[in-house]
């Protein structure tokens, strides 16, 4: 059997935990740049908030029903979402649990007795709770595509469920695919939802009952038929494994006021290939293909105004996570894609065709500069890492802007910054 544990309205649950008198009150928390709404709690729910809606649209809902707004806290999502999953390998160690991302996680439950599970369930739901302070679901079931059913019923009832279900019998199974439509199943996107409508496939329990031939020729092949298995309680073990390195990472940002000067494009364009940069470094990646782009700001008065975006990549001799690798290629792009007369709002890079940092072939003809550099990338990251606010950068990412993003509304840092930690009086 397997469980996965997922973090209630995570990011709204992370600001509640140091903000207690906001419990049961409607709280919701902004994407990058306060532009959109990204997590809601259930009572912003019910007043109708709309999930992934722009802020600007649903601000006068909000200041009809008072919801506490937020802007991204991702130092102290992070930090939280750390002790949660290390409270799941406490409880069952390292090798049984799987993150699956930053709010939800996997735990194989094999050799419980099944009588059992849905007493571990319910510990498992309130020692996270005691231990870390956020409220989580559990859902458990023999495949995975079933837990995460399990888990999404659970929280549909919370006060009959307790945010716990166990689907041990195969008349529980049966009963819980019927109560869910397609369109809610893990891994049937919005596109396939539709076509299954079409299909006159309405629930997961009518799409169990298809054959593994008619998921080939219409759910994408392999992925289909995983998908039809584990719906039956066959599990897949490559189905959707843990969240491994990433084939692409971008680092995009909207720029806190118009921007018309392309030294300034530079600069952001070098800032945000700094930060992706790091992110390669964490997953011990490497790219080969540097993308950047940037977005035109249309304006009544602005006649050169020809589309939004526009962009640019370059393939690197060799692969490279060295930020200095990086941002000169970057860099050199902006004079290719800036138009004079333009104003910008928005910018952004993507790093491409990762591959492990560890299958670079070094030059023979050239001296050993691989150690050297990772060296520094790692003085680089270990100092911005524990000082934080970039305290070391290249030059190319400028002193007189800060380019990051706008978080108007951000609560403290309560567990990652010494001069903002939580005050007990």
Known sequence: MIAII??????????????PHLDKHPVVVLSNNDGCIISRSDEAKLFGVEMAGPY????????????????????????????????????????????????????????????????????IRQKVELWTGI??????????????????????????????????????????????KVGDIWGVGRQYAKKLNEWAIFDAYQLSRMSESFAKVKLGGVVGVRL????????????????????????????????????????????????????????????????????????????????????AYTTLPVATSFTHEL????????????????????A???????????????NLFKSDTKNSGRKLMEMMDNINFSQRDDVLKFATSGTSRDWKMRQELRSKRYTTRWDELFEVS
């Not at 995570?10 to 140091?18: H, M, Q, V």
């Not at 409880?91 to 649990?97: L, S």
């Not at 530079?266 to 992110?279: L, N, V």
């Not at 970057?330 to 894609?337: P, Y």
Request: hydrophobic share 40%.
């Open 228 to 311: 039809v298995k584990e719906l039956r309680g066959e599990p897949a073990k490559d189905m959707e494994d843990d969240l491994v390195n990433k084939k692409m990472i971008a680092t995009t940002r909207m720029f806190g006021s118009p921007v018309t000067n392309i030294n300034d494009i530079k600069e952001a364009i070098a800032t945000y290939t700094s930060r992706a940069a790091e992110k390669l470094r964490r997953q011990n990646g490497a790219a080969k293909t540097i993308s950047i782009f940037v977005v035109k700001k249309a304006e009544d008065h602005n006649v050169n105004f020809h589309g939004a975006a526009v962009s």
């Open 327 to 346: 941002i000169k290629p970057a860099v050199e792009m902006v004079d290719k894609l800036f138009e004079a007369g333009n104003i910008y709002k928005k």
């Open 56 to 123: 600007f649209k649903a601000k006068p809902l909000i200041q009809q029903h008072n919801v506490a707004v937020f802007s991204s806290n991702y130092g102290l999502y992070g930090d939280l979402s750390w002790r949660v999953m290390e409270t799941l390998r406490i409880m069952f160690g390292k090798k049984k649990v799987e993150v699956y991302s930053v709010d939800e996680a996997f735990v194989e439950l094999d050799g419980y007795k099944p009588e059992y599970l849905p007493q571990l369930a319910m510990e």
């Open 348 to 362: 952004g890079v993507m790093l491409s065709n990762i591959v492990p940092d560890e299958s670079i072939q070094g």
């Open 6 to 19: 997922d973090c209630n309205n995570f990011y709204c649950s992370c600001e509640r935990l140091f903000l």
């Open 135 to 180: 409220k989580v679901s559990v859902g458990v079931a023999p495949t995975k595509v079933l837990a995460k059913l399990a888990n999404n019923l659970s929280k549909k009832n919370k006060e009959k469920t307790k945010c716990v279900l166990v689907l041990d019998t195969q008349q529980k199974i049966d009963a819980a695919l019927r109560h869910t």
